[in-house]
């Protein structure tokens, strides 16, 4: 597989769901890098991947190995191990998270009300829109990330970077990028995975790891810290912009 530069002038626009916390911490400046679990995991005698355009072999009809079509992803030097990436740099991606809409409740000929939609079926009809990361919490429902339209998204980001990795092998810096907040306490640098009461941590890595990732996967199978899966690490830039003002 002949690979090039981590690059491509190929760029999609594509959904991303994020939780009302990381949504906290894409607003605050704190993350510039998100971790996806790769949905196919090399064997595990592989060490190492690379990140660029390969071509996949393919085999033709004469069981003869060819050369496949380009693509962007991670893959071995030696071939045995190919997976297309499934967000590459310069994709615009629009984040999903928990939100409501704001619609008239009532008749035309009444005084206006306006009151919370648990359906909003477009965005002619939605007087406004709530997001969870950053309205007071009230007794009103909230709909779920997954489905949020692309016209009520209000943040892009754009991919700059795509790498793969051993869940386990984050930095001390990466893990900051990650969006783990640093708290000081009598002097100390402590760090803490989450918005809520938690214990703090001595390391921006251990929080990620005991907090974050902990907290999404639990002691899942294949995807838990101890199961030491292979991620896509993304680098992005944060525009605070519908992704139809971007593209």
């Known amino acids: 597989m002949a690979k090039t530069k981590n690059t491509t002038n190929s760029v999609s626009v594509k959904p991303i769901i994020f939780s009302a ?16 679990v790769m949905k196919v995991q090399p064997d595990h005698y592989i060490r190492e991947l690379q990140v660029g355009k390969y071509h996949p072999t393919k085999i033709g009809k004469d069981g003869m190995e060819y050369p496949g079509d380009e693509i962007f992803g991670a893959f071995c030097d030696w071939g045995e191990f ?46 406004g829109i709530e997001y969870k990361a950053s309205h007071v919490s009230n007794d009103e429902p909230w709909r779920a990330s997954i489905h949020m339209p692309r016209w009520a998204s209000r943040l892009t980001m754009r991919v700059t970077n795509v790498r793969a990795e051993r869940l386990q092998d984050i ?35 251990q929080a990620f790891l005991d907090h974050i990732w902990t907290d999404l996967y639990g002691e899942h199978e294949t995807k838990s810290v101890g199961a030491n899966p292979w991620v896509w690490v993304y680098d992005f830039e944060v525009i605070r912009k519908n992704v139809d003002e971007v593209a």
């Open 21 to 36: 916390e990381m949504v906290r911490a894409l607003l605050d400046g704190r993350k510039t890098q998100t971790r996806r």
């Open 82 to 127: 190919g997976l297309k990436a499934p967000y590459i740099p310069g994709d615009l991606l629009w984040v999903k998270e928990t939100w409501r809409g704001i619609v008239k409740i009532n008749a035309p000929w009444e005084p206006h009300e306006e009151g919370v939609a648990r359906y909003t079926p477009n965005r002619a009809s939605c007087a």
């Open 171 to 205: 930095s001390e810096d990466d893990a900051r990028a990650e969006g783990v907040r640093k708290e000081g306490i009598r002097g100390h640098a402590l760090w803490s995975g989450r918005d809520t009461e938690r214990p703090t941590l001595p390391s921006a890595r």
